[in-house]
């Protein structure tokens, strides 16, 4: 059975950007019981020269759109990266879920053949099987990764499970 490029791409970037959303919604839970503002969580680093929660949201959803774009011919969403609140960062997830939600698998059917340029690596180029392989994928994960990381070391309870979300399991045959 081959697997097809909108499902190892759009599927994965939906169920885990609402994976993200349910986690974001564990984190203000976890700030209302401790008492301290959510814009203090959404600035917190795991390092000081990497970027905070909020810019990992952003960049996770910056990811998965330009991907999607990059990949079709589908205009991506413009986003002013001006979120300042926690309903501010779902409200993008959302938008982001919702542009997702637009693709169909019709939409890649010319995505090996792409030539995927970006403004700050001038004169260099992937092809669309490469740029989905060894960036758009991992970039996104990262990501992804990052936040959930800055989440977890700030003593948020969470877990595998919460990062994978509903797995699709099925009865033995």
């Known amino acids: 059975m081959l697997v097809s490029v909108y499902d190892i791409s759009v599927h994965q970037f939906i169920l885990t ?10 984190a203000e839970a976890f700030a209302q019981a401790k008492k301290f503002e959510m814009p203090v969580l959404l600035e917190t680093r795991l390092y000081p020269d990497m970027f905070p929660l909020g810019k990992q949201i952003q960049t996770a959803c910056d990811a998965a759109k330009f991907c999607g ?7 991506p969403l413009a986003f002013n990266d001006n979120e300042q609140s926690l309903a501010d960062y779902i409200a993008r997830i ?11 698998e019709e939409d890649f059917k010319n995505y090996k053949e792409k030539k995927i ?3 700050w690596n001038q004169g260099q180029e992937l092809t669309g099987k490469d740029y989905l392989i060894q960036f758009a994928l991992p970039n996104f994960y990262f990501h992804v990764t990052t936040a959930y990381n800055i989440l977890r070391s700030s003593g948020i309870e969470l877990g595998k499970s919460d990062y994978l979300g509903k797995i699709n399991w099925q009865s033995q045959s």
């Open 17 to 26: 950007l609402s994976n993200l959303r349910q986690i974001l919604i564990k």
């Open 69 to 75: 774009s990059r990949l079709t011919d589908v205009t």
């Open 94 to 104: 959302d938008h982001t879920l919702e542009y997702l939600n637009s693709l169909e």
């Open 117 to 119: 340029k970006f403004p």
